[in-house]
């Protein structure tokens, strides 16, 4: 059965002192907290992966990267592989968040490629989906949604598919304040879950956890996670407080 997840996405923040402060601020309040029912990940810039991976060897949470190469190793400056990723500790990454697709121009392809990669090496990859501002306007953000999956994800097979975590992201919800209602965020949680419903069956459908992102705050937290088909969340802004990090971990 699917867990609960809360992941911080650090994004391109903190120097390394700071980073260094956040990550046992973060390991030192979860211990006060009973987190048994939920799955607590950190995803800290690549120059951190190795310190983060360290303190949560002692920690109640995991390490996980904002991006992969979707190359294997080599000739490709700047790139780091998913083998690399794994040499640190690395359990999870995340693929294809709209910045990435926004300022760096990944396809769905480059993410599919980016996704087999890390099942490759044992990471599991989060998957993020959203439409714009735009898209939802004119009525078409589940269509864009359905694209962003079939396309990006839906080339696995059922085994792997049950080892991939989805994160829907709108991107007028990112950085902006502006959350969706969890009856938005329900509508296309459920969307999603019915496309790998339709694509493999329930048993896979009921596997995989589906996390919302987007302006999530330990306000708002509660009640999008009360939602069915809403695990967890994908969080950036309050994942860089350590108390609003683990209050939103603690709202299941
Ligand atoms: P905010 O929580 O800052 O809106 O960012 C969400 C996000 O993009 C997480 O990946």
Same mark, same amino acid.
């Given at each position: 059965?699917?867990?609960?997840?809360?992941?911080?996405?650090?994004?391109? *923040?903190?120097?390394?002192?700071?980073?260094?402060?956040?990550?046992?601020?973060?390991?030192?309040?979860?211990?006060?907290?009973?987190?048994?029912?939920?799955?607590?990940?950190?995803?800290?810039?690549? &120059?951190?992966?190795?310190?983060?991976?360290?303190?949560?060897? #002692?920690?109640?949470?995991? @390490?996980?990267?904002?991006?992969?190469?979707?190359?294997?190793?080599?000739?490709?400056?700047?790139?780091?592989?998913?083998?690399?990723? +794994?040499?640190?500790?690395? #359990?999870?990454?995340?693929?294809?968040?709209?910045?990435?697709?926004?300022?760096? %121009?990944?396809?769905?392809?480059? /993410?599919? $490629?980016?996704?087999?990669?890390?099942? *490759?090496?044992?990471? @599991? &990859?989060?998957?993020?989906?959203?439409?714009?501002?735009?898209?939802?306007?004119?009525?078409?953000?589940?269509?864009?949604?359905?694209?962003?999956?079939?396309?990006?994800?839906?080339?696995?097979?059922?085994?792997?598919?049950?080892?991939?975590? /989805?994160?829907?992201?709108?991107?007028?919800?990112?950085?902006?304040?502006? @959350?969706?209602? %969890?009856?938005?965020?329900?509508?296309?949680?459920?969307?999603?879950?019915?496309?790998?419903?339709?694509?493999?069956?329930?048993?896979?459908? $009921?596997?995989?956890? /589906?996390?919302?992102?987007?302006?999530?705050?330990?306000? *708002?937290?509660?009640?999008?996670?009360?939602?069915?088909?809403?695990?967890?969340?994908?969080?950036?802004?309050?994942?860089?407080?350590? +108390? #609003?990090?683990?209050?939103?971990?603690?709202?299941?």
């Amino acid at each position: 059965m699917r867990r609960n997840i809360v992941a911080g996405n650090w994004k391109m *923040n903190k120097l390394f002192s700071d980073a260094d402060d956040l990550v046992n601020a973060i390991a030192e309040e979860l211990r006060s907290y009973d987190t048994s029912d939920v799955d607590v990940i950190v995803c800290p810039p690549f &120059p951190y992966l190795e310190l983060v991976s360290d303190v949560s060897e #002692d920690g109640d949470f995991f @390490t996980g990267a904002q991006n992969v190469s979707k190359f294997e190793n080599g000739a490709y400056t700047g790139e780091v592989s998913a083998t690399m990723l +794994k040499s640190l500790g690395v #359990d999870y990454c995340i693929v294809g968040h709209s910045e990435r697709r926004k300022y760096f %121009k990944e396809t769905n392809q480059d /993410i599919a $490629q980016k996704i087999d990669r890390l099942l *490759n090496e044992d990471i @599991t &990859p989060i998957m993020c989906v959203g439409e714009s501002l735009d898209e939802r306007e004119s009525g078409r953000y589940l269509e864009v949604i359905r694209t962003q999956i079939e396309e990006g994800i839906f080339h696995l097979s059922a085994d792997d598919m049950q080892r991939c975590i /989805i994160a829907y992201e709108p991107v007028w919800a990112i950085g902006t304040g502006h @959350t969706a209602t %969890k009856e938005q965020a329900q509508e296309v949680h459920a969307f999603i879950r019915n496309l790998i419903r339709e694509k493999y069956n329930d048993d896979v459908a $009921q596997e995989v956890s /589906i996390l919302y992102g987007g302006s999530c705050n330990p306000t *708002n937290a509660k009640e999008l996670f009360a939602m069915e088909d809403i695990d967890g969340g994908l969080i950036g802004g309050a994942s860089l407080k350590h +108390k #609003d990090f683990i209050e939103i971990a603690s709202s299941f």
